[in-house]
């Protein structure tokens, strides 16, 4: 059963624009939560996380946003730029937890 | 820099055959991990290891085992593969306790099983 859900495939955003990629999860027992970024070809990389005792995390054109009662979390890219095309995962793990749950991933396309 | 690497980038190999997917990191971390990813189904995590001979299983163990004899080093075997296993390979590894920081990935294998 998937815990961690990104429910939108794709994503196109103009050059510029914001990008806001959701995640939601079931796991009431997630307190801490991830996001990466894929290029093709290439393994994952961390881009940015945030902690369930905020509710917010900023990092440049970053911002994690948590929203605990809703048990949804995103991510805003602000001004999106077409280097940001890849596929992002979003991540959660419990306290005592070693490994991380994923999502299946949003497709981000920025078009110039 | 953090440095994960797996020992090939594309495989191909035949049903039946025994596979080896090699990982070796040198940040010295203790957690390490090898996810498989599909398209539709995102990263499952097939095994993982916190400590030198420890292993635990993962959401997709089966047809799979692991072996960490040496800390830096994680090796991921098809003992037998099928052509359901043809898949993107990923390893990664952290440093020690929980699951508190990010993990680092190597580039993937690409296995085509035929």
């Known amino acids: 059963d998937q815990q961690v859900k990104q429910n939108s495939p794709s994503l196109s955003v103009q050059e510029g624009r914001i990008s806001i990629l959701n995640c939601d999860y079931t796991n009431s027992m997630f307190d801490y939560f991830l996001w990466y970024k894929k290029y093709p070809a290439e393994g994952p990389t961390f881009l940015i996380s945030i902690s369930s005792i905020k509710d917010k995390n900023e990092d440049g054109r970053f911002t994690v946003f948590l929203n605990k009662s809703a048990k949804h979390l995103s991510l805003h890219i602000v001004p999106s730029q077409p280097g940001d095309s890849a596929v992002y995962f979003c991540a959660a793990s419990v306290r005592s937890g070693y490994a991380l749950n994923f999502g299946k991933g949003t497709s981000l396309l920025v078009t110039p | 820099d953090v440095k994960v690497t797996q020992s090939s980038r594309y495989l191909v190999k035949r049903t039946g055959e025994k596979v080896f997917l090699e990982c070796v990191q040198d940040?010295?971390?203790?957690?390490m991990f090898w996810y498989r990813q599909d398209p539709g189904l995102g990263l499952r995590l097939i095994y993982f290891?916190?400590?030198?001979?420890?292993?635990e299983k993962g959401d997709i163990p089966e047809g799979y085992s692991v072996s960490r004899e040496k800390k830096e080093r994680f090796s991921l075997i098809l003992e037998s593969a099928s052509t359901n296993q043809t898949s993107m390979y990923l390893c990664a590894s952290s440093y020690s306790g929980r699951a508190r920081g990010s993990l680092f990935f190597g580039p993937g294998t690409r296995l085509t099983v035929l």
């Open positions: 940040m010295d971390h203790e957690n």
């Open positions: 290891s916190y400590d030198v001979k420890m292993k």
